[in-house]
């Protein structure tokens, strides 16, 4: 477990580093399914890190080359209603060429020296370098990262939503949902909610996989494969990660608000030893 934690943190960094070099906007909170594992955990700290430093948009921000908006969360987590937007972003075909453009150069080793002192403050042993980024670069030219998303679970034979929503504050959501794949009935549901998106462990999230009581409104597949979905959620009492530090305090007395995408795109879950 820690050494997944380890590869975790240093993809993470190599992420940070890519969109200092790129212009690709947002690098997301959501990995494709055919990306390795762990990264999109290691992409959500990523996009906090590039908030922090501005290379990501957040909540009503200007959208950057690439993005589109996939839907939106409006929601009040004790400071009165707000939009948490989640976003599609396609990355630049040529992003290896900015990259490799400024790999050389005093802004490119500056990134990479900054990524590693990030890892000897997390204790992590491995260094990246140049041919790192390079690597990870080629798996991520023109795809497309979604926020939300609608993944196919064949083992179980189910769907699992997640909604991530990013606010104007940088304040992050989600809202993730299972579903039976042939009914479409919910049978689970989970709510959490980051203040600050570059606080990795700070946040609060519901205790049960029933605790959040969500109304659909509208779940159904459209004609080209990817699925509209509406509805509210409400939830109380969500205790603060075990982890958190910084937290103004032991847990989130509520959480409620509104859900609305037209356009969720269907994911398929890697098969074992695939």
Do not use: W
């Not at 606010?167 to 959501?173: K, P």
């Amino acid at each position: 477990m820690i050494r997944f934690q380890m590869q975790m943190r240093k993809t993470a960094s190599l992420a940070v580093v890519v969109a200092a070099l790129s212009a690709c906007g947002n690098t997301s909170t959501t990995a494709p399914a055919d990306t390795a594992s762990g990264m999109q955990a290691a992409v959500e700290q990523a996009e906090g890190d590039a908030q922090a430093a501005g290379a990501a948009s957040t909540g009503d921000a200007p959208l950057k080359p690439g993005q589109t908006i996939q839907g939106s969360i409006e929601a009040d987590v004790g400071n009165g209603t707000q939009s948490f937007r989640s976003l599609a972003t396609k990355v630049a075909d040529d992003i290896g060429a900015q990259v490799e453009g400024k790999l050389d150069t005093g802004k490119g080793q500056r990134a990479i020296d900054d990524a590693n002192r990030k890892l000897e403050k997390l204790g992590v042993e491995s260094r990246v370098g140049a041919d790192d980024v390079r690597e990870m670069v080629e798996g991520m030219a023109g795809k497309t990262f979604h926020d939300a998303s609608v993944m196919q679970v064949d083992i179980i034979k189910s769907l699992q939503v997640s909604l991530k929503g990013t606010a104007s504050d940088g304040a992050q959501v989600d809202l993730a949902m299972t579903f039976d794949d042939k009914s479409l009935a919910l049978t689970s549901s989970n709510f959490s909610y980051r203040p600050k998106a570059n606080a990795m462990f700070d946040f609060y999230q519901s205790k049960g996989d029933k605790d959040v009581e969500v109304t659909l409104e509208r779940f159904e597949r459209n004609a080209d494969g990817t699925y509209a979905l509406t509805g509210t959620f409400a939830a109380k009492d969500l205790p603060a990660s075990k982890m958190a530090k910084k937290l103004p305090s032991a847990s989130l007395p509520s959480a409620s608000g509104r859900f609305d995408y037209a356009s969720l795109p269907l994911k398929q879950m890697p098969k074992f030893g695939k």
